[in-house]
C-alpha cells in the first residue's frame, strides 16, 4: 500500500534553537559559578568507520550531540560555539581532489554555510588560528570539551581532540551535563521530526499487520517495516535493531541481534512482538505491537494482552508534569498482577506480591526511556542522580519527574522467561504466588509488549503514536479493514 505521508522539510532553525538553548543554560551556569562568559563550545563530529581491517566503509551516521547542535550530515567536522558572540562555526575536512572523481562534487565553504545556517565555516586544519583570533578573554583561549557518562551504556563521550590542542585550555566538567539536559526538553521543531517518525512507522506496522500469514519468516516483517519507512518515509536509518519476535522468541527482550537473527518460521497459534522505529533525521520512533500471526486472539492471548494494554492505557492516562516515572512503573506492574491474578495464574494479594517485587518476573525491564536523537535519550539520571536497586526498578531508564516536553515511551510487558519463573517459583517468598497449573499453559507463549512514544503537555500527556490497539481494532485491520477504523457514531 501506497502511502499518504510525505518526508517534511528539515529546518535548519531547529539546530540554531538547540545551540541557543545550550548557550543560555552554559551562560546561567557560569554567571551563578562566578566565571567569565568566555570560552568556545567545542565538539568534535563523528568519523566514518571502515569493516574490520577492509576499505568496506559502513553507512555513517552523526555523532548525536553533534547532530543536535549542528545537523551536519557528513562524517569528519568539528564544531564551535563562541559563549561570548553566540557565533557558531563549522570546521569542514579539506577533502583531497580525487574525491571528487569517487565520492561527488567537493563542495565549497559558502555551500556549508548556507546549508547548515551557521555563522561562519573553515576547514579543519584551520582551527588552532581560527579559535585564536575568536577569543576575546586574555590567555589561553578556554574550550568546554564534551566529556561524561551516558548512564545508558555505561561509556563516555569523547572529547573532542585535534593538532594544536595544547594551545588552548580545556575544561572537561560543565558541557556534558548541561548539554544532555538541553536535550531532556523538546522543542516544537523536534517534536515534529518525532511525530513524523512516529507517523511512518505507525504507518508501517499497519502495513505488516495486514500482510502477515503463518508460515513466513520472522526477517520478511522486518523486510515489510524497513521497506516502507524507507520507501515511503525516507528513513534510510532505523532508531534501533528490529525486534521481529514470535512465538516463545517474544519473551527474549532484545531478540534480533545477530545470534538471533529475527529468523524463525512462525506457526498458527503464535503470537508476534514486533519492536520497529524508524529514524528520521537523527530523531527517532520506538514502537511495538504485539498480536496472534493468524489475526484471531485466544482466551489466553487475550488475558496477557488486554493486561498490558490496561497497564499501557493507565500510564498515559496518568501522566502529567510533576509525576514520578518510578510510580508509573509500579502502577503498570500492579495493573499486570491484578488481571494475572482475575486470569487465576497467580493468587494471593496483590499488595504482598509488590512487596516481594514480584512484577520484576514478568516486566525485568523499566517502564519506557525519554526518546529524541537517541533511542535512549539522555539525561536518564544526572550526576549523583540514585538509581533504584530492587528487582524491575533497577532496570528503569529514568527515575525522573515528569517535565513538560519531555518525550518517552510507554512500553509495559508481561513476559514467561524461564530463567525468572522458575527462581521465583522456587523462592520462598513467592513461590506461593504461582498456580502452577495455568502458568504451565504458558510456558511457550513467550510475551507481550505495548510501546508508544508520548509527549509530556503542560496539563497531561499525547500519544504520539497511531496504531490499532484494542483486540477489536486489531482482529479487523488483520481482517483488512481501513485503519483508521471507519466508527458509527
Known sequence: MASSLKPPEVPMELHAVNREKLLNSLRQNLTETSRPLHGFVFLQGGEEQNRYCTDHTELFRQESYFAYLFGVRDPGFYGAIDIATGKSILFAPRLPPEYAVWLGQIKPLSFIQETYKVSMVYYTDEIVGVLHDQYKGSGKPLLFLLHGLNTDSNRFSKP?????????KTELNML???????????????????????DISSEAHVEVMRNIKVGMKEYQLESMFLHHTYMYGGCRHCSYTCICATGENSAVLHYGHAAAPNDRTFEDGDMALLDMGAEYNFYGSDITCSFPVNGKFTNDQKLIYNAVLEAHNAVINAMKPGVSWVDMHKLAEKIILEALKKGSAIIGNVEDMMVERLGAVFMPHGLGHFLGIDTHDTGGYSKGAERPKEPGLKSLRTSRELCEGMVITVEPGCYFIDALLVPAMK??????????????RFKDFGGVRIESDVLVTSNGSKNMTNVPRETGEIEAVMAGAPWPLNKKI
Do not use: M, W, Y
Open 427 to 440: 523462592n520462598a517468598k513467592t513461590s506461593k504466588f504461582f498456580n502452577r497449573e495455568v502458568i504451565g
Open 160 to 168: 573532542a581532540d585535534f593538532e594544536g590542542i595544547e594551545e588552548f
Open 176 to 198: 556534558h551535563p548541561v548539554l544532555s539536559e538541553c536535550r531532556v526538553l523538546k522543542s516544537d521543531l523536534e517534536l515534529a521530526l518525532i511525530q513524523f517518525g512516529n
